[in-house]
């Protein structure tokens, strides 16, 4: 039984972060930059700070028996030309040291300064320096070294994912970071979790199978248990925002085969006790999975849930628009693709990836291209969907599904019309969809 009363509940009273904490940590943040604002040397290099992970992400949850939680924000410097990666690091760490508030909570990790308040959270400082040739990254210590990111090129893509799966992404998030916690059977970093967690959602019906939290726990599970089951060794893990840099050197073989192992485990939990039509017997193989603090919610909670209960549903259809799941395909999942969009160079344009520079000008070229773990030989299906009154004027909403006949897996296209609009491919292997991704576009 899906028992969602029961689930509204347990996120509100167990799983997510309330809103003081997440208020004291917001004041809290803006102490900690108005003191390097403020600072004689890193002063000057201030530009700004930028959630970062599980805060930016709203995934953040409460600690466990009493631990603390963590929240990270990026501190946007400018670059100074004669610094060595590391100095980035040791000199944000003689801020705080120089501070009477922080000079006792300051340690210096890899690629932060944590700042603790102990035995309840503790703040990631992370130096994020845009150097001049236009890379944006982060430092690691060790290696005295600078690593790629793309800190809002992530926030984007888990919104776009989360909004396919009708908000409950989030909640799948949150939910899979508490298991980690409570039961400590297995260890990944969040930012990995939400990846692959990430990468599952599909665009294969998406109004039924993420329909409510419990439907989309499954789901994402059995998803993700298929994709594991692919590869008994670790495979790159690249960071969806910017694909040329992974999380691999944040995880080990051997955390990464019992992660395997456990959420084969879970999935099957999880699937039993979704199965399961005797209420108090589901509520049993729930609590196998949560924990007793999974129970039945106050009267009030379930009337609160029964309220803000919807079915969510599928955005207007356009005149010529075309539905994957209308072709005729069976759906088996389990593999992943990737859509990698690049903006073309054009006299006085920014170009380069489409992740990095978020939005794009009218009459502008874009090139689409894919990476996918499907063995060949299979089909690739593109679609492209327009949005906005331009492009309704015109007759140009769009919405076809077209087969990539010539198997070259690019698709170019132009920026005509202002809007969000999105790309999405299909690969489809003996009338079975193994994989599916979806990119927004924004035109402005």
């Not at 979790?193 to 994402?220: C, M, N, V």
């Not at 298929?226 to 073989?253: G, I, K, V």
């Not at 019309?417 to 402005?444: C, M, P």
Request: charged share 25%; net charge neutral.
């Amino acid at each position: 039984m899906k028992l969602l009363a029961y689930f509204s509940a347990f996120l509100t009273n167990t799983v997510n972060l309330n809103q003081t904490r997440l208020d004291q940590l917001d004041n809290r943040v803006a102490a900690i930059t108005s003191t390097l604002k403020a600072d004689s040397q890193i002063g000057d290099l201030y530009r700004t700070h930028i959630p970062q992970g599980s805060w930016a992400h709203r995934t953040i949850i409460k600690p466990f028996n009493n631990h603390e939680f963590d929240a990270d924000t990026l501190l946007h410097l400018d670059e100074v030309e004669d610094w060595k990666p590391k100095d980035y690091l040791r000199e944000v760490r003689a801020a705080f040291k120089r501070s009477a508030t922080y000079k006792s909570k300051v340690t210096k990790k890899n690629r932060c300064c944590r700042i603790v308040y102990a035995g309840d959270c503790h703040v990631d400082v992370v130096p994020y320096i845009t150097l001049s040739d236009g890379r944006e990254v982060i430092v690691n210590y060790a290696e005295n070294d600078f690593e790629d990111t793309n800190p809002q090129g992530f926030t984007d893509w888990m919104k776009e994912k989360d909004s396919l799966a009708n908000g409950q992404l989030r909640r799948v998030i949150r939910l899979l970071k508490y298991v980690r916690d409570y039961k400590q059977t297995f260890s990944v970093p969040s930012v990995i979790l939400t990846t692959l967690l990430g990468e599952r959602i599909q665009t294969w019906h998406e109004a039924t199978r993420y329909s409510d939290t419990p439907t989309a726990l499954k789901t994402i599970l059995a998803d993700l248990s298929a994709w594991l089951n692919l590869y008994p060794f670790m495979p790159p893990l690249p960071d969806p925002s910017c694909p040329e840099t992974t999380f691999n050197h944040r995880w080990n073989q051997e955390q990464y085969e019992n992660f395997r192992k456990k959420i084969n485990l879970y999935s099957s939990w999880v699937t039993e006790a979704y199965d399961e039509e005797d209420k108090a017997l589901s509520l049993a193989a729930w609590q196998r999975v949560f924990g007793s603090s999974f129970q039945q919610p106050s009267s009030v909670q379930k009337s609160l849930t029964a309220s803000a209960d919807f079915q969510p549903i599928r955005e207007t259809r356009a005149p010529h628009e075309q539905y994957i799941e209308e072709f005729g395909f069976s759906w088996q999942g389990g593999h992943r693709v990737q859509i990698n969009a690049q903006v073309l160079p054009k006299s006085g344009f920014r170009h380069g990836p489409l992740r990095r520079l978020r939005r794009v000008s009218v009459l502008q070229s874009l090139r689409f291209t894919i990476t996918t773990d499907v063995p060949e030989p299979y089909d690739l299906y593109w679609k492209v969907r327009n949005h906005g009154p331009e492009a309704a004027a015109l007759d140009q909403l769009r919405g076809e599904i077209a087969l990539d006949e010539d198997r070259s897996r690019t698709r170019q296209e132009s920026t005509s019309w202002k809007g969000q609009h999105f790309v999405e491919v299909y690969i489809v292997k003996n009338g079975r969809v193994l994989a599916t991704d979806h990119h927004d576009v924004v035109i402005s």
